[in-house]
Nanobody, 116 residues
């Protein structure tokens, strides 16, 4: 079992920045990849960025050039730095961990609202 706890969401103006954090605990050695997903009202959950245990990094096209995923292994924490935020980035952001068997664990989500 893996437990995930997000923090760092909030209200920001267009063009602003936010950094999301995800504290990871439990059977960390079973994790193959961790990442960030988001779900806007009326839309399906989508991948924003993910990083594999080997260090491979993948971004959604909408995130490339604006968002940066990183992790601090010493602190067992995953981050998502979001810059140049747009209203269409408004969503609930979820931290995800997938184990080597393909099982997904999710955090409770954190709301990000981009509005003037």
């Amino acid at each position: 079992q893996v437990q995930l706890a997000e923090s760092g969401g909030g209200l920001v103006q267009p063009g602003g920045s936010l950094r999301l954090s995800c504290a990871v605990s439990g059977n960390i050695f079973t994790i193959a990849a961790t990442g960030w997903y988001r779900q806007a009202p009326g839309k399906e959950r989508e991948m924003v960025a993910k990083i594999t245990s080997g260090g491979g990094v993948f971004y959604a096209d909408s995130a490339k050039g604006r968002f940066t995923i990183s992790r601090n292994n010493a602190k067992d924490t995953l981050y998502l730095q979001m810059n140049s935020l747009k209203p269409e980035d408004t969503a609930v952001y979820y931290c995800n961990a997938r184990d080597y068997k393909g099982f997904d664990s999710w955090g409770q989500g954190t709301q990000v609202t981009v509005s003037s």
